[in-house]
């Protein structure tokens, strides 16, 4: 009886620490972000898969985004420059559409980018990703057995710097979710826009609304989002871009999973956002 006593409070102990924020992560994040709000990540999952976006605002607080902000800066002069072309799909060239069909047609990003392996071990970023109540809070919302980082040591954590007519194009995401935190916001441009669940149509790509959207014919959801907001979005199935800073600077963070163990991002993909594979 005691042997069972002692193993149900070592196992009910383990429980509450793994349902404990770390004391370091407290002044980080905004005050609406308790230990509680971390253990009610399905609270939140029906609008993501009605709205197909979640936006916690003031996910960091004050304390926390002026740290963040410091990190970022300091390891500015550090980030690789990189301008990237595509198609929409983020595939290979497909012959049998015309070279300007919305299947086609050549989008455009360009960036500065931070790769994880020059975050610091102790830095706010790793800390976050790294956290079992952050990471069981997103398993939950995300209704998802295990979420992994990345295999190669450039890919978990990225802080991307969007300066002036720097932008991100029209594009569908490869991953079924988005997870980002927007560190500092430009003061004019650097607008998130989005098109909710609207990928496919009788089972197959719609790309007669795809062509409505390239041609702007059509506006998307425009998306008010404020430094420190955590913003999680269903990117596989709605397309988006963030439109040409005007003025200021924009930092974003992603922080990037996967659902099997053992995933690097691709090569092609690792030299075009980083100038290296490892």
């Known amino acids: 009886l005691l042997l069972g006593l002692s193993s149900y409070l070592n196992t009910s102990i383990f429980i509450l620490i793994n349902c ?28 993501l898969n009605k709205e197909g976006i979640l936006i916690f605002n003031s996910f960091i607080g004050t304390d926390g ?19 990237s072309e595509y198609n929409v799909y983020i595939s290979e060239h497909d012959h049998s559409f015309s070279k300007n069909s919305p299947r086609n047609r050549i989008m455009s ?67 079924d979710y988005t997870i980002t935190l927007l560190v500092k916001n430009c003061t004019q441009g650097g607008v998130y826009e989005f098109f909710n669940d609207m990928r496919y149509k009788e089972g197959g790509e719609d790309y007669d609304f795809v062509e409505k959207i390239l041609d702007e014919k059509v506006k998307g959801t425009k998306v008010d989002s404020l430094e420190g907001d955590l913003m999680i979005f269903k990117g ?20 990037n999973y996967n659902e099997t163990k053992g995933i690097s991002l ?7 956002f980083f100038g290296r594979i490892k």
């Open 20 to 47: 404990m924020l770390d004391p370091d992560l407290k002044f980080v994040f905004g005050d609406s972000y308790s230990d509680d709000f971390f253990s009610n990540g399905a609270k939140y999952r029906e609008t």
């Open 65 to 83: 985004l002026k740290a963040l902000q410091n990190e970022a800066k300091e390891l500015k002069e550090y980030s690789y420059k990189s301008s």
């Open 109 to 175: 990003t360009s960036k500065k980018c931070i790769p994880n392996d020059l975050i610091p071990k102790k830095s706010i970023l790793q800390k976050i990703y790294d956290s079992t109540v952050v990471r069981s809070f997103f398993l939950d919302l995300l209704n998802k057995e295990k979420l992994h980082p990345y295999q190669d040591p450039l890919s978990s954590i990225n802080i991307n710097y969007y300066d002036q007519g720097d932008a991100l194009g029209w594009h569908f995401d490869n991953s």
């Open 236 to 255: 596989n199935k709605s397309i988006h871009q963030v439109t040409a800073v005007e003025k200021g600077e924009r930092i974003l963070v992603t922080f």
């Open 266 to 272: 691709s090569e092609q993909s690792r030299m075009t």
